[in-house]
């Protein structure tokens, strides 16, 4: 080691020993972290995430926020876009739901270790 810190060579320690994500797969989980990291894109999500049957009205999410129907439906296009939402269409209301595959995405961004145990 110089007296700088640093290993000779240039390396600033002894390296890591993992594999980076691969720049796809953090293409997309940067897309899911975008579509849900806004205020009220989170609150429309835990809304969802606590409904009593799992699934929301889109009119009941603009009263619960106290927001006009279009935001509201913006908002759920990003994060049914981004796989975090389902929708299903139902006369004329569209109704959505937390889609478990993509909450399933951000734990694991969120808390990666125990996935790697579970592929043990």
Known sequence: MSDDGF???GSCG????CQPLERSEAEQ???ILRSIADPT???LFRLLEQAPDGEACVCDLADSLGLRQSTVSHHLKI????GLLDRER?????WFSVNHEGLRRIR?????????????
Do not use: C
Not at 14 to 17: C, D, I, S, V
Not at 79 to 82: F, L, N, P, S, V
Not at 108 to 120: C, G, N, V, Y
């Open 14 to 17: 002894p390296g890591l020993n």
């Open 7 to 9: 290993l000779e060579g």
């Open 79 to 82: 994060m049914t876009e981004a």
């Open 29 to 31: 989980l940067s897309t």
């Open 41 to 43: 894109r989170l609150q």
């Open 108 to 120: 694991s961004i969120l808390d990666p270790a125990p996935q790697a145990t579970k592929e043990l």
């Open 90 to 94: 139902r006369g004329t209301w569209a």
